[in-house]
């Protein structure tokens, strides 16, 4: 799994007031919450854009007055107009405490499918996994290439080792949709 770093520093006051001094010295307020007792601080907001604006899982080592904490961004709040960010919730790891992430789900190999003039759609861009955190896996990358036209893989023929996947069981993943170049090159193979 990737690992963002980040350092931040307690918050000696909490309130409204507090929270808007620190936006507008470009810093985040965010609390953690976990293991033991909830942790106030903030962070940077530029610290913030490897962990948010990229389509990848990660963790967060955050390191808070010398101290060093893992942990991975449970909700993040947003300026409705400037859309910068208000708050962020981090959420500490436990080794023995299963956490539940989105993973973003990748295809592999050229559909048989595809190759008749189909089009591969990923209907399902990020599962929902439940896992211990060394067994969080960092993508779920699934194989398309025995697809044929209108074949599809669903949540429940995807393969988990250490992980569960908490989204319904008969949703599709990625299909392979059918164009009207296929149709109709089916329609002169069958005149011909």
């Known amino acids: 799994m990737k690992i963002v770093s980040m350092s931040g520093s307690l918050r000696e006051n909490v309130g409204k007031k507090d929270a808007k001094a620190l936006r507008r010295q470009d810093r985040v307020p965010c609390v953690m919450y976990g293991k033991t007792e909830q942790i106030m601080f903030s962070v940077p907001q530029v610290e913030f854009k490897p962990l948010v604006f990229t389509p990848e899982a990660a963790y ?3 390191e808070i007055n010398g101290q060093k904490r893992m942990a991975m961004l449970k909700d993040i709040e947003y300026h409705p107009v400037t ?3 208000m708050h962020a919730d981090f959420y500490e790891l436990s080794d023995d405490k299963p956490i539940v992430m989105s993973i973003p789900v990748y295809l592999t190999g050229t559909s048989v499918g595809v190759m008749k003039g189909g089009k591969a759609v990923l209907k399902i861009k990020r599962l929902k996994v439940k896992a211990l955190p060394a067994n969080m896996p960092e993508k779920i990358v699934l194989d398309i290439t ?3 036209l ?3 893989i669903k949540v429940q023929d995807v393969a ?3 992980f569960d996947l908490l989204d319904v069981k008969s949703s599709v993943v990625v299909y392979i949709k059918s ?3 296929a149709a109709a090159a089916a329609v002169l193979l069958c005149l011909s």
Request: aromatic fraction near 0%; hydrophobic fraction near 35%; proline fraction near 0%.
């Open 60 to 62: 967060v080592e955050i």
């Open 83 to 85: 859309e910068n960010i």
């Open 146 to 148: 025995n697809l044929d």
């Open 150 to 152: 209108l074949q599809g």
């Open 160 to 162: 988990t080792d250490n």
């Open 179 to 181: 164009t009207r170049a």
